[in-house]
């Protein structure tokens, strides 16, 4: 009864807390526990600059109430993922992670991941770089349960992208394997990466940069996972899934238009579909009501 | 406050100017752990810049040259003038600059309150494998095509490429190359992704005729866009882990594995003084134990550093000369021997040391590595601290007295964490239990000072 009593006061919470909570101990693990080559100062330069930025453009675009939730996440996601030896890189990526939601808009929504948008153009600049081997089989597995146990407690109403990118994408790296006839360790090994968690729940699942319609959402995670591999096996290059995302999210708007569905606030969490109530994937709950 | 702030402040500056440029003061060479510290092990050097990439491959092989046969899965066919041998001492000297290192200090009288230093480091050396042996008899076909067949120094070497590894596999065990079981699955998945094979054996004329008693390393040039290391096929009939030094000479900065994690090795550690004379056997158990601690699967960075200078010298950095045989082919090359009487400096080399200990199970996937823009610098350093031994009576020498005992101990925890060695057995070869407790007064006798 408590249980169940309390699983439906958590899952009445903004799932962003959820995430920042994951987030925050992830990073913890991580600086104490692996050694991430962070500083606790490159840490508090990229919330602060994450959170003054929201503000800034809050004010400057007259948008109601300040909410440090969504920055919070971009910056948690920026210092588990970019390495830098410059404290002004830190900074310029958290600017123009939440600098780019006011000013790169298409149709009053924003085209790019913030942090995606960041990294790729940091990495780009070659003024940072990702480790993405950093974490252990430890870090990956908790992290792995903490963001399942996420979508379940918070019945995430976009958790269809997720679970669609993680499947297309893990299904292909096993053909893969397969098809060399290596053995079945080697896929395995290659999930195995923090960067790729982070990756599948909190990038490409951002409801604010994800098709409306949940069709166009699955359309969008296949064309992701294919651009992701190819970076990967065809250029041979690392952190695919972050271009692949980068490359893909301009189809967003198209796959809108063809498929068109409600906008996503995350106050209401829906999966697009008007007047239908939420199809609770991964739910505790058989019912549940958003308004 | 001020007082305790003071000298600390002092002792700070003191290493910060000491290691801000590297001066005879603050390194000179002592010895080095010249010896074959890790069983199995194998030394590749790669120079790579915008896909343009020379490996050089050096082994110790230790047999008879004819069983020596080297497998290596290439990205493609390559020309005669790719292939080249390299010069040994070279990448001896690149070891050695990058060796995991000895430091030494030597505590000031107390009571003038200055640190002298003095730096004494340890070198390591290491060694190389051969994966299969050799006796060719015949050209055969079994879906095997012979792309190229060069004589190059000592080394006969074909380049293959075939349809499937089951002929592939047949072929090379015709042509008297021992090939393990189980490699047939990791030939197989080499070849679906398009690799050809450099096979590499020795022609005993050439070998008597040049009048060599070793072999020299092997380096091939070719430009891909894959970044990593083949390990696979080596690992198929290993007994037990192997030992493998990568040195990376970059352009932009410190290289590290994207799939696996690399980790730095603990340093700067004070330790004691004792392990001056073993420091092998210590640099081997720690690093045996930092492997434990990332459950084997760790890649350890040893040395990271801009070509241009080091501190300590382990030895002195690579002339320009050395690094271009060691494929380094982006270095202005006008006025090379510029700036007079100083050694010709490196421009635009960054080096990073990375030492795995690997086998199948906990690495299964080739090394892929990726270039970072992270120039800051690392090495393995460990620190000897001599204790001021003069006679001087003053309240500072009594303190420093009183907590000498307190630090030989702390130097014997630091040894048995690093390298799980016993801590008694330590405490007993330190003799830390002779070491004279000055009697210092309780804290609350000082509190009230009656």
């Given at each position: 009864m408590n249980f169940n009593r309390l699983t439906s006061q958590l899952s009445t919470l903004d799932p962003r807390l959820y995430q920042i909570a994951s987030l925050s101990t992830l990073l913890l693990y991580g600086v104490i526990w692996l050694h991430f080559d962070i500083s606790v100062i490159q840490i508090a330069v990229t919330l602060a600059t994450a959170l003054l930025t929201q503000y800034v453009g809050k004010r400057f675009y007259n948008l109601p109430a300040f909410d440090p939730k969504s920055p919070l996440i971009s910056a948690l996601s920026l210092s588990l993922l970019l390495r830098t030896n410059h404290l002004e890189v830190a900074a310029l990526a958290a600017a123009v992670a939440i600098g780019s939601k006011f000013v790169i808009r298409w149709k009053d929504k924003h085209v790019f991941n913030p942090t995606n948008l960041a990294l790729v153009v940091m990495i780009g600049g070659g003024l940072g770089w990702i480790s993405p081997g950093q974490w252990g089989q430890v870090a990956w597995f908790g992290f792995l349960v903490a963001c399942l146990g996420s979508l379940v407690v918070t019945r995430a109403a976009r958790a269809d992208v997720t679970l669609a990118f993680l499947t297309f994408y893990i299904g292909l790296l096993f053909a893969r394997a397969v098809r060399l006839g290596d053995p079945l360790t080697i896929p395995f090994h290659q999930i195995e990466s923090g960067a790729l968690l982070i990756f599948s729940f909190f990038m490409i699942s951002d409801p604010k940069t994800t098709p409306d319609s949940r069709t166009g959402r699955i359309i969008y995670a296949l064309l992701v996972t294919l651009a992701a591999l190819y970076v990967q096996f065809g250029f041979f290059r690392p952190n695919g899934p972050l271009w692949g995302l980068i490359a893909c999210a301009p189809f967003v708007p198209l796959i809108d238009r063809l498929l068109p569905a409600v906008r996503y606030d995350w106050s209401r969490p829906t999966t697009g579909q008007p007047s239908v109530p939420v199809p609770l994937v991964l739910s505790l709950h058989p019912q549940r009501r958003f308004s | 406050m001020r007082r305790i702030v003071v000298p600390m402040l002092t002792m700070l500056i003191g290493l910060y100017a000491c290691s801000g440029e590297a001066s005879a003061f603050c390194g000179f060479y002592v010895g080095k752990a010249d010896t074959k510290l890790f069983n199995k092990a194998s030394e590749v050097a790669i120079a790579r810049h915008d896909n343009k990439t020379v490996i050089t491959m050096a082994n110790d092989f230790k047999g008879d040259v004819k069983e020596f046969a080297m497998v290596v899965p290439v990205p493609t066919v390559l020309d005669k003038e790719q292939?080249?041998?390299?010069d040994p001492a070279v990448l001896k000297h690149l070891a050695d600059y990058s060796a995991p290192r000895l430091v030494e200090y030597f505590d000031e009288n107390p009571c003038r309150r200055y640190d002298m230093m003095q730096d004494r480091m340890g070198a390591m050396k290491s060694m190389a494998p051969a994966s299969a042996e050799a006796k060719r008899e015949r050209d055969q076909v079994l879906g095997v095509t012979v792309e190229a067949q060069y004589l190059v120094g000592e080394y006969d070497i074909l380049i293959l490429s075939a349809k499937e590894s089951a002929g592939l596999e047949t072929w090379l065990t015709e042509n008297g190359y021992k090939i393990p079981n189980g490699a047939s699955a990791v030939l197989h998945s080499y070849l679906k992704q398009n690799l050809k094979f450099f096979v590499a054996k020795v022609n005993l004329g050439e070998q008597t005729k040049l009048g060599l008693t070793h072999l020299r390393p092997l380096q091939i040039a070719f430009e891909s866009p894959k970044f990593m290391l083949p390990i696979r096929l080596g690992t198929v009939n290993a007994d037990g882990a192997q030992e493998l030094f990568i040195y990376f000479l970059t352009k932009q900065g410190r290289v590290e594995t994207i799939n696996y994690r690399t980790v730095r090795l603990p340093e700067a550690q004070e330790i004691p003084l004792y392990v001056k004379d073993k420091f092998g056997d210590f640099y081997r158990d720690l690093f045996t134990q930092q492997v434990k601690r990332e459950s084997e699967r760790g890649v350890f960075l040893e040395y990271a550093w801009d070509m241009n200078w080091c501190d300590p010298c382990a030895a002195n950095p690579l002339s320009a000369e050395e690094l271009r045989g060691l494929g380094v082919f982006w270095q202005d090359s006008l006025g090379s021997p510029q700036r007079g009487r100083s050694m010709p400096m490196a421009?635009?080399?960054?080096?990073?040391?990375?030492?795995?200990?690997?086998?199948?199970?906990?690495?299964?996937?080739?090394?892929?590595?990726?270039?970072?823009?992270?120039?800051?610098?690392?090495?393995?350093?460990?620190?000897?601290?001599?204790?001021?031994?003069?006679?001087?009576?003053?309240?500072?020498?009594?303190?420093?007295?009183?907590?000498?005992?307190?630090?030989?101990?702390?130097?014997?925890?630091?040894?048995?964490?690093?390298?799980?060695?016993?801590?008694?057995?330590?405490?007993?070869?330190?003799?830390?239990?002779?070491?004279?407790?000055v009697e210092g007064k309780k804290w609350y006798q000082q509190l009230w000072a009656n």
């Open positions: - | 292939i080249h041998i390299g421009q635009n080399v960054f080096l990073t040391r990375l030492h795995v200990r690997y086998d199948a199970a906990h690495f299964p996937e080739d090394l892929t590595f990726q270039e970072t823009s992270d120039r800051s610098n690392f090495q393995a350093r460990y620190i000897l601290r001599h204790p001021w031994t003069g006679t001087d009576e003053c309240p500072a020498a009594t303190a420093y007295q009183q907590q000498l005992r307190e630090r030989y101990e702390k130097e014997a925890q630091t040894l048995a964490t690093l390298t799980g060695w016993n801590i008694g057995e330590i405490r007993k070869t330190m003799n830390i239990a002779a070491v004279p407790t």
